[in-house]
């Protein structure tokens, strides 16, 4: 009987084969819900830093899946490594666990440079990370610490608690009475935290933050913050969280944006959210608690998930990891991004104001609100980029980039015209 069957390839069980970006896109009207508005074009196809899309049309990828593509495209390392676990063993119930799993969660907490006694819970998502992070900080606070602190232009994910943490008032208004109620401190002001704390400083669960700020903009937290915050939150014994799902693994250069001097100073964070590049593209999220003591405020029976942790998003961040370890990539996110921010600043342009960000996460601040047309033009030129607000383009290439693929970019932005207007 099986004699008789077409071999199952991809195409002949998928019906995702053929098709022109105006055809599929066509498609996505009708079959997509309109969260994200029309694609701005149906991609087939990935190799390192490119993407090709349904009409052939080849794109340098400066934004990665936003911050997820750590190795690139189709990395032969990440695929045989997902593919030999899927072909072994792809899922099991959290009753039961896999060396991949563990391993991962070691490896985790090895880059993480946790204290002993830290453990690991892996998600699916950001968001999830960012929930989980949560459920800690209700356990801690047992009712008596109500007062939740992030900070404004914050972006902590979606889910009706992280979209309690989040800023945006367009993202949370449509969805009020949300999961929490958060006061939201402004960004980088050291008096401002001081003052949150010096009254009903022990009624405080947590602060929650990114060391740099990415969906607002690439914004890193000014020199000292993470530092007072530490002191603050431990006078007070509040959890200290930081939201490092877009900065972590490796993408300013170390393995979290904290653990730089000019950044972390040194300090040891009580919860750490992980995601988007953890598995190089593989969706896989993690909450890191640090120390015995954090570590037990999820008990058993008091989480759960799934699909997080199963063996294959085990692999993949066993994978991802290893390569970052072995080609040397985060000594090479640093010194190429302080050469790429460096370049584009050089140019003197007279639309580019300011150059952000540290290793490969960029925020390339314009003189008028065009980032979105820049963007436009970008994506015609065949280069990805992500007008992250109004004003700001976001970088966050795959950290397998090479000095002549970004001399493309800085090609794009020197021939930008002069005028806004032009755009
Ligand atoms: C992207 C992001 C999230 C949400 O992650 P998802 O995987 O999209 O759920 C949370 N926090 C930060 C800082 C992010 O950049």
Redesign the pocket.
Known sequence: MTGDLAPATPATVTSAAGGTVASWTERYTHALMDTFGPPQRVLVRGDGVWVWDADGRRYLDMLGG??VNALGHAHPTLTAAISAQLGTLGHVSNFFASPTQIAAAEKLLEVAQAPAGSRVFFTN??????EGALKITRRHSAGARPRLLALEHA????SLG?LALTAKAAYREPFEPLASDVEFLPFGDTDALRAAFETDGDKVAALVL?PI???AGVHPLPAGYLALARELTTRYGALLVL?????GMGRTGRWFAHQHEHLGGGIVPDVV?V??GLGGGF?V?AVIAFGPQVAGLLGRGQHGTTFGGNPVAGAAVLATIGVIERDGLLAHVSELGARLRARIAGLGHPLVREVRGEGLLIGVELAAPVAPAVAARALEAGIIVNACTASTLRLAPPYVLTDADAELVVDLLAHLPADPKEL
Request: proline share 4%; no cysteine; glycine share 14%.
């Open positions: 936003i911050a998502s950001g968001t999830e990370a960012l972006f902590h994910g979606r992280a990114e700020q990415g969906e939201d490092e799902v877009q900065t959210t995601a988007k969706p999220g």
